[in-house]
């Protein structure tokens, strides 16, 4: 009989002891007090007014580089309306968020996997692949805690990663959802910090970012910084989609970080993700010794390889059948993945998550028998 | 030098002392208390479930038929995404919502205008195309207080378009954001209520309805019903899109309507704008005599023919220096409309409606002189 009371590592979302909702209340309340008519009427494309002047001082660009949008999926795909035609030759990462892969794949862009490491992509396998020819016009990358790998891209390849970009003339999507959920090292700078806008074709970069992982998902603000240019193009196709995004969520999230909220929000996400992953990476070692991951800095996920003649696709259902969710790392990838899972910890209190580990161990004995 | 004081009839929006900014405080504060799980988390692509059952209920369907979105354009979007490829014959009324137009020729639709009289569509102009051997995938209807037009569909002309439907097998698209804005005369059945959606091919109605006009724009919630499989499609695409649209929002409203200020909010909303028509129709009479119009039982537009000899661009410019903003016909139609004008009348008070068409009138004076 399947096991009922279930933990779930498979969906990288905030468990809601850590989002502040009585925040929230306040910050909703306020938004309406402070901004009426602005907070009820239509608004335009880019996004409530506040929330983007916030975000343009946060990244220290115009606003006219800021579209605030419903999630930053929303901002990926407003992005790749505008730059993926089929055929398009686009790198992603190998592995990579799953939602991305579909999205880019349903446009029929042609996509030129490249391998992460520990510090990230492998910036030489990229450069090989610009030197056979391919010419990207756009190379997706989360460079913060990547999801699914939970890695980081060094600043040395950061750096790489520009100049290849200049040489080469594709533009960087910077995919950066989990940018202030660092719990220990040192923050890095992104590239978005290290591109000028304002050089029409130099401004190289697009970032996007995302309240869902320092606030909560349901109020669904994403945001995009990029050229003012193909700012521009994308609000005249949002505002031809839906008018305006949702100026009450936006002016909610606004007044939440105004109070100070959000800072205080985050504080609470890093401390209790810290203690989720220290306590994932202990079990792992305690319940399954043989497999390997690399213990994130940040973010919600951890990758774990569970070593060769592992299937797991056999091990999620075997899981799912113990009481624990797990996500199979063939779902990140074009090709291969099949000893590899998802762990996403940002949901699990610490106290579940040896119990969850064990669980898993114990599937992974039985497809192995 | 341009009047400064302006006096706005362009946009189809209400104006805030119709907004019950109040009763949405405390029904942000209802949602978050109430359900702060589902109302901070990502939610599914259907939108927020109590919000889907309550709009369900509303039509009497199953809530397999509803899908709740981030405004009712981005429903129009999503559907027009589903049915209308290159080439695709779709039915549009002349005149008809700039935007919708928009949508269809973004979409490269092959668009056959059909009259709008004073009950609604020409029905007959329309089987002459049928029978003429144009085969719509669409047929786009705004059933109430049309926008541009203000006119209403007949009960009769319900009836025969969904027979038309039947015989030349194609889907009615009804929407109907002013439904519930009737401020005089009798509700007349939507033409969802006449089709059985459990039918397959003959469930011929797509619906779409919106929040925007009842509580307020700010809150971007729409929704569109329809047949299951047709609603299962484009929830697939939007979560693709956005994964979820709005859950804060969309509890929030649905708390507005749990508790009652909907209905308030309506009959607030319905008592200012029959104010405002009576007194721009008196107005209308008296300073533009020659002017000819339907005068709207609901909605928020009236449509106003200046008469032959008239050039709705010229008035339209005039106006603006004069301190009015209206709409010129033109952009609701593809071809004609030059003598008319759109004048919605939702975001100006009564006291100031007469000193807008003043203003209005000698703007026409001028543009003739």
Known sequence: ?????????????????????????????????????????????VGYPLLREWIAAKHNVAIENVLVTNGSMQADAFLFDELVAPGSPVIVERPTYDRTLLGLRNRRGELHPVTIQADGLNVDELEGILKG???????HII??????AGVTLSGDKRRRLLALADEYDFMIFEDDPYYDIRFRGEQLPTMLSQTDLSKGASGRVAYACSFSKTVCPGLRTGYLVGPADLIKKIATAATNTYI???MFAQATIYQFAASGALDKSIATVKGALEERVDQLSASLRAHLPGAEFVVPDGGYFLWVDLGEGVDCAKVAAAAADEGVQVVKGTDFVIEGGESCLRLAYSAVHADRIDEGVRRLAKAVEATRA
């Open 1 to 45: 009989m399947p096991n009922t009371d279930v933990i779930s590592f498979s969906r990288g979302a905030p468990s809601l002891d850590i989002v502040d909702t009585e925040g929230l209340k306040a910050a909703a309340v306020a938004a309406l007090d402070a901004d009426p008519a602005r907070v009820t009427g239509y608004g335009t494309s």
């Open 244 to 246: 305006a995004p949702n």
């Open 133 to 139: 020819g391919v010419r990207p016009t756009l190379a």
């Open 143 to 148: 460079p913060n805690f990547q999801n699914p």
